[in-house]
């Protein structure tokens, strides 16, 4: 009987292993396809089997979801085994760490058959960066893209006699509003949360200033312009109208919005349907509006907003390397990225597509502004990256928090981030 027992263990475990990539039962091949956002699943899934019935009908792909933090741990833990999933999103952060290691496949020649020049045509130079190694090859298919806007709550703006947010805007009005609205309704005004991508990077690119030189080898903290938006954005929660990160340390500036304790705070275009959806009683109390200008910018025209953009990818040595090359081909397809865009959780990095997204937003009753969302690409700046940003980025946001909480003055903390980031790249650039 424990023979028996044995035998039958030992064969569910063959099975178990069967589906992880090589042929099952059903004499198909199937795929694992890692993903770290569940309001992502179904439109992931919807790509997946448009592979399988328009492409190839013998390889069926399963769609996975593992939260942020357990991604990347159980993502590097397979790397160094040589076990990464089939096909995986790859981000920004983490791009330069994976390929500059050998750990993912060379995918700029996917489309030579095609066209050897099909990324520069259907992407944009944001979107092929995201996506390039430190060496300039592409590891990644473009999948999305985004950028950050302005959400506001036109109820409380009604209540205080404020009109809404527009491209008029600059940084003045930005703070007049606040103070009406709290003076009025005794709501927060703008939310000025620690945050980089949805805080204080974009102030920074407004202002003529920025956190990497374009060459990526150095901090921008030693710049006037990047001084006076750090300073400009850090002082705002001086104000009463804008809550204290102590505050935020419970409650995120999304809950207070949505809670309709306070009247505005920054939003990637990744979360609008999710939160259209989940906060039901909300539909057409808000609405989104292009970030305001900085009315002196040290250079440029006082615009920016920062984007960035998934990739997909599989690894160098995976054992289905093939067939995943294949659907990553098909997912960078404008068929591909249609029923993406369609499922109304990220703008299709594939240039042209921006209605499919919006027009996934046509099932609710009042329609956001989304048009707001899409002008803004006409003057975004890539999401800050370079090979040593895993090493700086938390030692960065340490030091920020320490800046927010008083701990430490604005100027000897920006001298602090500008010796952390210069010296962390150096030594990434010396190994």
Not at 22 to 32: E, R, V
Not at 36 to 47: E, F, K, L, T
Not at 355 to 365: E, G
């Amino acid at each position: 009987m424990r023979k028996r027992t044995c035998i039958l263990v030992l064969l569910a475990m063959t099975m178990m292993l069967s589906l992880t990539g090589c042929g099952s039962a059903d004499g198909k091949t199937h795929l694992t396809f890692q993903i770290w956002d569940v309001a992502q699943r179904d439109g992931m899934q919807a790509m997946c089997d448009a592979y399988t019935a328009n492409v190839n009908p013998n390889v069926v792909i399963d769609v996975q979801v593992t939260s942020w933090s357990e991604y990347w741990t159980k993502l590097e833990a397979a790397a160094e085994s040589n076990t990464m999933p089939d096909i995986f999103w790859m981000h920004t952060d983490q791009i330069l760490y994976y390929s500059d290691f050998g750990k993912l496949a060379d995918v700029s020649h996917l489309y030579d058959d095609e066209d050897p020049d099909f990324y520069k045509k259907h992407y944009s130079d944001i979107s092929i960066s995201n996506a390039q190694g430190s060496d300039g090859k592409m590891y990644g298919v473009p999948k999305d893209k985004d950028n950050v806007c302005l959400v506001y709550n036109k109820d409380i703006f009604d209540k205080a006699n404020v009109a809404y947010p527009d491209e008029t805007w600059t940084w003045d009005d930005l703070v007049s509003a606040s103070e009406k609205i709290y003076d009025k309704t005794g709501k927060y005004g703008y939310m000025a949360y620690n945050d980089e991508q949805l805080g204080y990077h974009n102030f920074v690119y407004q202002a003529g200033g920025c956190i990497l030189t374009e060459d990526k080898t150095r901090a921008g903290f030693d710049q006037k312009a990047t001084q006076e938006a750090v300073k400009f954005y850090v002082e705002l929660q001086q104000n009463d109208w804008c809550p204290t990160q102590k505050y935020f340390a419970e409650t995120s500036p999304g809950t207070a919005f949505f809670s309709e304790i306070g009247a505005m705070f920054l939003e990637g275009s990744w979360n609008l349907m999710s939160e259209m959806k989940n906060y039901p009683n909300m539909v057409g109390k808000w609405d989104v509006a292009v970030l305001p200008a900085y009315p002196n910018p040290k250079s440029g025209n006082g615009r920016a907003t920062i984007s960035n953009g998934l990739t997909y990818a599989t690894a160098a040595e995976g054992k289905n390397v093939d067939i995943a090359l294949d659907i990553l081909k098909y997912f960078g397809s404008e068929e591909a990225q249609k029923i993406q865009g369609k499922s109304g959780a990220a703008i299709p990095a594939y240039e042209g597509l921006e209605d499919t997204w919006i027009s996934a937003f046509d099932q609710f009753d009042y329609k956001l502004h989304l048009t707001n969302v899409i002008d803004q690409f006409d003057y975004c700046t890539q999401y800050v990256n370079n090979a040593a940003r895993p090493k700086w980025k938390s030692n960065v946001q340490d030091v920020m928090t320490n800046i927010y909480n008083g701990k430490v003055d604005i100027d000897t903390g920006m001298a602090e981030i500008q010796k952390i980031i210069d010296t962390t790249t150096a030594d990434n650039l010396s190994d």
